[in-house]
């Protein structure tokens, strides 16, 4: 469960490849398993992950927060200062800053040119609304194949997505 993915295809709105999304799935339904033993680990222990969105309360915010947090790493809130306006020195400075204080940061309700600007300057995984409905890695809920309530097999995919990029 270990494996970094290098497609970004989890990171953004890309389609993503067949092979990637048996890797999610075979992890998540790992997870699934784990969590109904009671045996869910900290596997993201010691892990930062920023949240930029205006309201942290939002569902996608709160899934995504959760995913994070059921794996042992902490959740920050950041509001984003950025917009489509913003310099590319701005966009730059912010990006490397968020790099050296995070493992990755989930941006939601923000522009996809600009989140893929702080993908590229960051160093570390950003990702694209990860935790949305729209999000394709959304699909693979459907996927996961068991009775599970649907809010547990968004998180169980979720969690299969942080771990792959960051673990």
Same mark, same amino acid.
Do not use: W
């Given at each position: 469960?270990?494996t %970094?993915l290098?497609?970004?295809g989890?990171?953004?709105?890309d ?12 992890n ?11 045996g869910?680990?900290a $596997? ?6 920023? $949240?930029?969105c205006e309201?942290? @309360?939002? /569902? ?14 902490h ?5 984003p200062?950025? %917009?489509?306006? /913003? %310099?590319?020195?701005?966009?730059q400075? %912010?990006?490397?800053? *968020?790099?050296r204080?995070y493992d990755?940061?989930e941006?939601?309700?923000m ?13 570390v995984p ?19 194949g @068991?009775?599970s ?8 995919? *979720?969690?299969?997505?942080? $771990?792959s990029?960051?673990?």
């Amino acid at each position: 469960m270990h494996t %970094t993915l290098s497609h970004h295809g989890l990171l953004a709105f890309d389609p993503i490849a067949p092979r990637d999304v048996a890797f999610v799935l075979d992890n998540a339904r790992a997870l699934q398993i784990a969590a109904q033993a009671g045996g869910a680990q900290a $596997l993201l222990r010691g892990r930062k992950f920023g $949240l930029m969105c205006e309201v942290d @309360s939002a /569902s996608d915010a709160a899934l995504f927060r959760r995913a994070a947090v059921e794996l042992g790493a902490h959740v920050a809130h950041i509001r984003p200062s950025l %917009t489509e306006l /913003s %310099t590319p020195l701005e966009v730059q400075h %912010t990006a490397r800053m *968020l790099g050296r204080l995070y493992d990755a940061v989930e941006c939601q309700g923000m522009a996809a040119d600009l989140v893929h600007q702080l993908g590229i300057d960051a160093g570390v995984p950003v990702y694209d609304a990860v935790a949305s409905q729209r999000h394709p890695t959304a699909k693979l809920d459907g996927m996961l194949g @068991s009775d599970s309530p649907a809010p547990d097999k968004r998180r169980f995919v *979720l969690q299969a997505v942080l $771990l792959s990029t960051v673990a």
